[in-house]
Nanobody, 115 residues
Framework: QVQLVESGGGLVQPGGSLRLSCAAS????????MGWYRQAPGKERELVAT???????IFADSVKGRFTISRDNALNTVYLQMNSLKVEDTAVYYC?????????WGQGTQVAVSS
């Protein structure tokens, strides 16, 4: 059974930064794609950023230039560095990993951007 543990959410002022982490266990699994999605109140879940095992990345247009995604394959961990946060970035952020033909989701971590 794969478990995902997310951390790093919280309340930040506009223009601030947060770093999200998501660790997958047990580490015996080979993880292909890793990524972050978010869901704001009243909206559908949307892709934020993904990264392949080889390091190729995809970003939503709304976060390009502000967010970066990285991963540590040895630790089965993916990170999302969020800079220049905006009020519209407020959402629950979910980690997703792909192992084989299955995908797994974390429970979500709240990010609130407010003055």
């Amino acid at each position: 059974q794969v478990q995902l543990v997310e951390s790093g959410g919280g309340l930040v002022q506009p223009g601030g930064s947060l770093r999200l982490s998501c660790a997958a266990s047990p580490s015996i699994f080979r993880i292909e794609d890793m990524g972050w999605y978010r869901q704001a109140p009243g909206k559908e879940r949307e892709l934020v950023a993904t990264i392949t095992r080889g390091g190729s990345t995809i970003f939503a247009d709304s976060v390009k230039g502000r967010f970066t995604i990285s991963r540590d394959n040895a630790l089965n961990t993916v990170y999302l560095q969020m800079n220049s946060l905006k009020v519209e970035d407020t959402a629950v952020y979910y980690c997703r990993v792909v192992i084989g033909i299955r995908d797994y989701w974390g429970q979500g971590t709240q990010v609130a951007v407010s003055s």
